[in-house]
């Protein structure tokens, strides 16, 4: 099945630590996205990468960092310079079809992070 | 940034009713909007895209933008307690930037 898989669906951290979460999509999409959402609050967009080893700083990108070396992977590193980094970690892509870039966005089920 | 706004809610419809969903955009110049449905503790799933001025129907679900007034609705016709979640409208962020921005979402709340 066409998708995206991120992992670990649940991580706990103690301050202090990087952590880094993953994003693998088979779905043959050039753009890919992180956001963060916490608690009654929309998604706010950490970082995005519309091709291989080029990526963007998106609204909230202090504290994280992201390498796009494969079209497949986009992984993000939460830093120990991110002072409030327990939340909802969501990674998308984009077909680049319908909308350009401001098409529809494909989610995967996400990571919640929780700093001890 | 161009904003999306949404009121969170809750909104409490009957079952077998219409639920009303309201968002609002301040770029004039977007074109292309969208639903999604948020489960608790789950990640956003696309349920509807529009992409012109009118009304888009899919099933239960009925999509409409006026891009006059800058404002985007979502139907669902004959409520089911399955609806229940929060609805997350998104929209270009303006500026010819990338990806979209979300509002905050509304909670709606099907009583059986």
């Known amino acids: 099945d066409g998708g995206i898989t991120q992992s670990p669906k649940y991580l706990f951290r103690k301050e202090g630590q990087n952590v880094t979460l993953s994003c693998e999509q088979n779905?043959?999409?050039?753009?890919m996205y992180w956001y963060r959402q916490d608690p009654g609050q929309g998604l706010r967009l950490i970082y995005y990468?519309?091709?291989?080893?080029?990526?963007q700083k998106g609204d909230i990108a202090e504290g994280y960092s992201v390498s796009r070396e494969k079209k497949e992977s986009f992984p993000l590193t939460v830093t120990s310079a991110q002072k409030n980094p327990t939340a909802f970690y969501l990674c998308?892509?984009?077909?680049?079809?319908?909308?350009?870039?401001?098409?529809?966005?494909?989610f995967g089920e996400g990571s919640r992070l929780t700093v001890l | 940034q161009k904003e999306v706004e949404q009121n969170s809610g809750p909104l409490s419809v009957p079952e077998g009713a219409i639920a009303s969903l309201n968002c609002t955009y301040s770029?004039?110049?977007?074109?292309?909007f969208f639903w999604y449905r948020q489960y608790s503790g789950k990640s956003p799933e696309l349920i509807m895209s529009?992409?012109?001025?009118g009304d888009k129907e899919d099933g239960r679900f009925t999509a409409q933008l006026n891009k006059a007034s800058q404002y985007v609705s979502l139907l669902i016709r004959d409520s089911q307690p399955s609806d229940s979640a929060t609805y997350l409208c998104?929209?270009?962020?303006?500026?010819?930037?990338?990806?979209?921005?979300f509002g905050k979402g509304t909670h709606l709340i099907i009583q059986p």
């Open positions: 998308a892509s984009r077909t680049g079809l319908a909308g350009g870039l401001n098409g529809e966005l494909f």
């Open positions: 779905l043959n999409h050039d753009a």
């Open positions: 990468s519309q091709i291989v080893n080029d990526f």
């Open positions: 770029d004039r110049g977007s074109q292309s």
């Open positions: 529009i992409y012109s001025n």
């Open positions: 998104a929209g270009p962020p303006g500026g010819g930037a990338d990806g979209l921005t």
